[in-house]
Structures are given as C-alpha cells and as structure tokens.
C-alpha cells in the first residue's frame, strides 16, 4: 500500500531536486483507501490515519500504536538467552552485598545502561563502581588492564554494558583471575563468545527473542526487570528496602534508544513515549540540569534527546572525561549536577569548535577527490591534526554532504590511523571494512551496513580508498540513483498550525525506522532567505498566494545546493519539503519548517 516508485509519477513532477532526488507520494490508493477506514473507524483525524498507514499500520494495529504500552510490548525477559543465568549472578551479589563494578561504552547509550543499572544496584543497597574506558587510549570495550585494575580494587562481579562481546582477550583475564563477568550488550556477535557467566544479546546467533532492535538501555532494562523479579520473589522486597519503581527509569532508556538510532517501532516506540514522560516530570536531576544549560524550551521530544542532550553526554566521551556521561545521570546532589552539567557544555562548545576547523579540512580533501574522480564511490579523509575522538562527526558531516559513504581517519604520532565511517542506505560499509581487514588492508575494523570503524597504517589509505570504491561504487551508483524523498501530503503556509502539529503528535515519536511525516509547500515564494549561526543554516520564511507564512529553517546548507537554491531564488517561489513542528520562544509556540528538500518548479 506504500507507493511503488518505478510505478508512480513524480510528486509535483520533481524528478531531480536539489538533494538529487525523486519526490514521490508515500501512499498508493490502497493505503489512501485503508487510511480512510482507520479515520472512521478509530475516530482519527485523516492527517493522523494517513501517517500511521505510511508507517506500516492496519486495522488490527492501529489502536494499539496510538497507545503503545511497556505491558503490552514487552515479552518475558526469559525469552532473551542466558537472561536466567545472568539475572541470577547479579540477585546473588545483591543479596550477598558484593563489591560490583559496571564497565560501560563512552557514549549515549553506554552512559544511559550504566546509570540504570548503577541506580537499581543503589537502591538495592549496592553502591557499583562505573568504569568508562577513554576512548582514545584504551578504545571500544574491556581491556587487560582495565579489567586487573577492577579486580584489585576488590571487585568480586564486573557487569559489562553495550560492549563486551567480542572482549575476549579481556574476559580471558577475568576468567583467569576467578573473577565473574555478565555481560549486557546489543552489537552483532559471531558463534564464539568470549568466557563469561552470562552474555545476553538479542543478536547472537542463538538467541531467539527477535529483540535484536534493541538498544543496549533496552537491554539492560529487561534484565533489570528480570533481577527485580527475582528478588521479589525471594522476600528482597520488601524486608530489606522498598520495591523499585522501574518506570520511573524509563527517561534513561528513552535517552538511549534515541541517541543510539534504533528503531523507533513497537518495544523501542513505547520505551520513548512513556520515557519522554518521565523526563517531562523532572525527577532525574542530572537531565534536568542538562536541559537546563541545553536551554531546551517546551515539551521535550525526540529532537531535544537526539540534537541537543546527546552531543553533550557524547563531548565528554569524544574530547574529556568519558565517565562525565555516566556520573551525571546517576547523581543525587543538585548542586554536582550543575557543574558536570556546565563541564558538558563547555566540552561540547569545544568540541563544537574543532570539528568545525576539522571539516573544513575534509571537505576540501573530498571536493578535490571528487574533482578527479565524480563517481567515486566513497570519500576517505584524513589528517595527522584531526582529534580521534571527533571522526565520526566529520563522516557522518561529509555523508550527508556529498551523499555516499564517508571515512575520517585521524592519524596518531605512531603512524596510526583510527578512523570512523559513515554509509548511505543500500551500501554495506560494514561489509566492505570486514573485506578489507580480510585483505590485510586494515589492523582491525569492523561495523554494520551504516557504520563502522577501522584502524589503519598511514602507507595503507590510498589502497583502503581504492578497495573501498571497488567494493561499493555499484552499490553506491544503485542507492544514488534510486534516492527518493516520500512525501506524505502537500501542505500550505496557512494550514500549517499549531493545532496541526499537535495532531501530528500523537503519532509519533519519530525517528529511526518511524520517520517524521514529510509534507511539500508547493509554489511557496521565498519571501526572506538569510544565513544563520556558525554552522552554516539557512533560514527562510515561505509564503503563500493567499498571504500565509511560515519560518523554516534548512540546517548546514549554506555550501550545499539547496542552500544555494534557497538563497539565490530570494522572492521567488519554489516547491520546498520539509517536516512541522512547534518552536518556543519565551514559552510561547510557532510552527517552523524544516526544510529537507526543495526544487524549481517546471516549467
């Protein structure tokens, strides 16, 4: 019922916009017919029916995807394999008081497991240790040192959280000095797992849960759930301490699951509507100190969690100190909460800071590759001046702006590069990083399809870049030329309202794998175009025939075409797609535009 592009003509006949893309309608007339039906039958508006349907709902699922449910969505942890056994070494250590340390990754979704887990410990009694590895001297995961380090301190369980298991010469450490370790993680694993207790992980190969979305928040909230069964079983609760409210740590999980782009359908979906109200009612301090310094106006939603809360965990881990993340969301003093929050703010501007001098330099590198070869598959930067723990923000950057598959590699004194990497939909990053390691081209690497990191010798780019752009450049060439942007309806200045949004609301959160409904402004004239702040936005106000107007905002597009498109058609009227919502100044509403596309309209 979704709109088949090779078989449906070009919505408002854009077959090449500025983002070199096709714009088509996201429904067919069966999904407009099946829309309807919902509208009548659930008593939903017809804007509102037609995104659901858009995102794949029917009939049957309408009604419990308006109202999603952490009771309905969510199995017996028990269905996730090793979960018993894990849930059972970690009941003991509580009740028996051990000493439990917490080894977590250094971002979002490393910073949100270990604060959950380290906040149910405390309020069972056990004050858990947070280890987070810095990422640029020891990298991804336990290591060695890090692990005799934690056992000597006395540590008698160690739990790792979003990594941990591909760690095998770590755990072989662990196990070697008698020391327990249950490991709670999400990444893609093969049929040997290091030694450990327990690894619960929706995605090896003999786990049967089809969780494999998950994040490892999400992960390590169903085995806390999984623990505070137990525990109530046995009399834990309430003879040594009240029983937890777990809901009640749902703003952690949905802080995770959305920095960590799972998608956001069914268990993940309902995580972050009911997360989202628990951080509305501000009872994390750390998150309402980070809000506070992010000045984060209205309602927070998904884009708050996404843009403008992660980055600031994430500075900590990128440029400073990587338990800063961790250590703020588990805080209980206000007053600590206000100067980690400050810490992360100041991080970030610096961060900020240097990835800007850094992408200026990549971006040149990639415009000259480009002028050499324009049908070149992949862009590989690199720099011996670039910060290891920014590249993946000049990836992700460079991806975006020149629309294939995109590695920054900084180089270290030893000759070293550790370098990160950024894909297009239907390109394998991952795939082609794992053949070059086979190749020998790389000291190690590995990924997924949209993602992946490597580490290389200085001497050995020039040839990854070549086998990078063997590996891909059909895959490239099919994913480019089949680029289309859905659009879900056409819209004008005036319709555009708050009470429109709102409506919109109710639908969402959006996100990974349930995206923002896309609306075209057809016609609209470009009434005001202007550049903005140090990133490079556009700014605009479009207007219609009748005298509506809307503010829109186009983000990092001074340089690109649209950019180019939007500035220089000053007065007048292009098509313009973009997504709704409400901007708050002084507490006080406005619909913006998001602009995502634009095009000229054919003569």
């Not at 000049?394 to 030893?414: N, V």
């Not at 086998?467 to 059909?474: E, I, S």
Request: charge should be negative; glycine fraction near 10%; aromatic fraction near 4%.
């Amino acid at each position: 019922m979704l709109s088949q592009t090779s078989e449906t003509k070009p919505f408002l006949g854009v077959r090449r916009s500025a983002r070199e893309r096709c714009w088509t309608e996201r429904l067919d007339l069966r999904g407009i017919e099946l829309a309807n039906a919902i509208a009548q039958g659930q008593g939903l508006p017809d804007i509102v029916a037609r995104i659901i349907v858009g995102r794949g709902q029917t009939l049957d699922t309408a009604k419990s995807y308006m109202d999603p449910t952490i009771k309905d969505l969510m199995p017996d942890p028990s269905c996730m394999t090793d979960m018993d056994v894990a849930a059972e070494r970690i009941a003991i250590a509580i009740r028996k008081r051990e000493k439990i340390a917490i080894f977590g990754d250094y971002d979002v979704d490393g910073a949100t497991s270990s604060a959950l887990m380290a906040l149910f410990l405390r309020h069972c009694g056990c004050e858990a240790s947070i280890y987070i590895p810095d990422r640029i001297f020891e990298g991804y995961g336990p290591n060695p040192t890090a692990i005799d380090q934690l056992i000597d301190e006395g540590h008698q369980l160690i739990l790792t959280l979003d990594c941990g298991s591909t760690s095998f010469d770590a755990l072989e450490r662990a196990k070697e000095r008698q020391i327990d370790v249950v490991i709670l993680d999400h990444h893609q694993v093969g049929e040997a797992l290091p030694p450990c207790v327990a690894l619960v992980n929706p995605n090896r190969q003999d786990d049967l849960s089809e969780l494999g979305n998950l994040a490892a928040v999400g992960v390590t909230f169903m085995t806390v759930v999984a623990v505070n069964r137990l525990l109530r079983q046995d009399g834990f609760f309430p003879r040594r301490c009240p029983a937890p409210d777990l809901l009640a740590w749902l703003d952690l999980v949905a802080l995770g699951t959305v920095c960590d782009v799972v998608p956001l359908t069914g268990l993940n979906r309902a995580f972050v509507v009911k997360g989202l109200m628990v951080i509305r009612s501000n009872s994390n301090l750390g998150l309402s100190a980070l809000l506070a310094i992010s000045r984060v106006s209205g309602p927070v939603n998904p884009y708050h969690l996404g843009f403008m809360l992660g980055p600031r965990i994430n500075a900590g881990g990128r440029i400073g100190d990587a338990a800063l993340g961790a250590k703020l969301l588990t805080s209980s003093d206000p007053q600590e909460a206000e100067v980690i929050a400050a810490e992360l703010e100041r991080l970030n501007k610096e961060r900020q800071a240097l990835e800007q001098i850094m992408l200026e330099e990549a971006n040149a590198q990639a415009e000259a590759d480009l002028m050499s070869d324009p049908d070149c598959a992949a862009i590989v930067a690199h720099s011996k001046d670039w910060h290891a723990g920014i590249v993946g923000l000049l990836a992700s950057r460079m991806k975006e702006k020149f629309g294939r598959p995109a590695f920054a590699i900084a180089i270290g004194a030893d000759g070293r590069g550790t370098g990160s990497g950024r894909s297009i939909s239907g390109s394998d990053l991952g795939g082609a990083v794992r053949a070059a390691h086979a190749e020998g081209l790389l000291v190690k690497g590995g990924g997924h399809a949209m993602a992946a990191g490597l580490t290389i010798e200085q001497e050995k780019i020039d040839e990854f870049r070549h086998f990078l752009d063997r590996q891909l450049r059909q895959q490239v060439q099919q994913s480019r030329s089949n680029d289309v942007l859905e659009i879900d309806a056409a819209m004008s200045a005036t319709g555009a309202t708050e009470e429109l949004v709102s409506m919109l609301e109710k639908a969402g959160p959006y996100g990974a794998g349930n995206p923002e409904p896309v609306f075209v402004f057809p016609a609209h004239k470009i009434a005001f175009a202007d550049i903005v702040g140090q990133g490079g936005h556009v700014r605009c106000t479009l207007a219609n025939n009748s005298g509506g107007k809307i503010k829109a905002i186009c983000f990092r597009a001074a340089d690109q075409e649209i950019g180019r498109l939007l500035l220089e058609n000053r007065g007048q009227s292009l098509h313009v797609a973009g997504s709704l919502s409400l901007d708050y100044w002084q507490g006080r509403p406005s619909v913006q535009l998001r602009i995502i596309d634009a095009a000229e309209i054919l003569a």
